[in-house]
C-alpha cells in the first residue's frame, strides 16, 4: 500500500509552528506637531513679557522704595539728613493710642497727626506730614529720650546720696537699678513702713553693690526715705 507525501505528517513543520513567536502589542507612537509647540513657546514667551513688564513698570518693591528715596530726598531739603542712610519707615495709623503709650510718647508725637511719615535715623527721629512739606517733630527717638531721661534721673539720685552721706562714690560706682512708683497702695503693701510717705511718681533707687535703697521725689530733689539690706545666696 503506497502512502503518499500528502499524507506523512510534517513533524518538524508542526515544532515550528508551537515555537513560533506570536506577534506582541504594537507600540502607538506619539507626534506633536510643531507648530502646536512653537505656539505653547509663544504663549510661555509673551506670558513672561507681560509679567516682566507689570513687575518693571509697577513693581510694590520698587514703588515703596521709590517713595522712602523720594521723602528721604524732600526731608534733606528741610533738615540735615544723611541720604546714603536706609531709614526705618513707619505711617502713624492711630495718633492717640501711640499717645497714651506713655509721658514720653506723648511728648514725642503731641502734634501728629493720622498718616504722618515716621522716619528714624541712626541719629535721630523724624515725623513728617508729607501733603504740607512739614516737619512735625526732629530728635530723639522715644527709647533714646528715656535712656537719657533715666541717666540724668539716676546721676540726681547718686549726687544726693552722697551728699547725704549714704552711699560712697568710687571711680567704678554702679548706676542704681531705678523704678517709678505708679500705684502707692501696691508699694505699701510690699513695706508699710519704709513707703509710709510715698507718692505716686516717686523713684525707687537700689544700690545693689552697696546695700542701700533710697526713696527720691523728683518733684522736690529730696531723699524721702533710705534703708539698709542685705543680699543671702543660698542654694
Do not use: W
Request: hydrophobic content about 40%; aromatic content about 8%; proline content about 4%.
Amino acid at each position: 500500500m503506497e502512502h503518499t507525501n500528502s499524507q506523512i505528517p510534517q513533524f518538524g513543520n508542526i515544532h515550528q509552528s508551537q515555537h513560533a513567536k506570536s506577534p506582541g502589542p504594537k507600540k502607538r507612537k506619539f507626534q506633536i506637531n510643531s507648530n502646536f509647540i512653537a505656539l505653547l513657546l509663544l504663549f510661555i514667551f509673551v506670558g513672561l513679557l507681560a509679567a516682566n513688564l507689570y513687575f518693571t513698570i509697577n513693581p510694590p518693591y520698587l514703588r515703596d522704595y521709590n517713595l522712602r528715596q523720594q521723602i528721604i530726598d524732600e526731608l534733606s531739603e528741610l533738615s540735615t539728613v544723611n541720604v546714603f542712610e536706609n531709614p526705618v519707615f513707619d505711617i502713624i495709623k492711630d495718633t492717640e493710642l501711640l499717645k497714651s503709650q506713655s509721658d514720653i510718647n506723648a511728648e514725642v508725637y503731641k502734634d501728629a497727626q493720622n498718616g504722618d511719615f515716621v522716619v528714624a535715623f541712626n541719629d535721630k527721629l523724624i515725623v513728617y506730614r508729607r501733603d504740607e512739606r512739614k516737619i512735625v517733630y526732629e530728635g530723639d527717638t522715644p527709647r533714646e529720650k528715656l535712656n537719657k531721661l533715666t541717666r540724668e534721673v539716676a546721676q540726681l539720685v547718686i549726687d544726693k546720696a552722697v551728699a547725704e552721706e549714704l552711699i560712697t562714690l568710687t571711680d567704678d560706682m554702679e548706676a542704681p537699678q531705678l523704678s517709678v512708683i505708679q500705684d502707692v497702695e501696691v508699694v505699701k503693701q510690699q513695706d508699710p513702713i519704709f513707703y509710709n510717705e510715698a507718692r505716686e511718681g516717686d523713684i525707687i533707687a537700689v544700690f545693689a553693690q552697696q546695700g542701700v535703697i533710697v526713696l527720691y521725689r523728683q518733684a522736690t530733689g529730696e531723699i524721702v526715705n533710705n534703708g539698709s539690706f542685705s543680699m543671702n545666696i543660698t542654694n
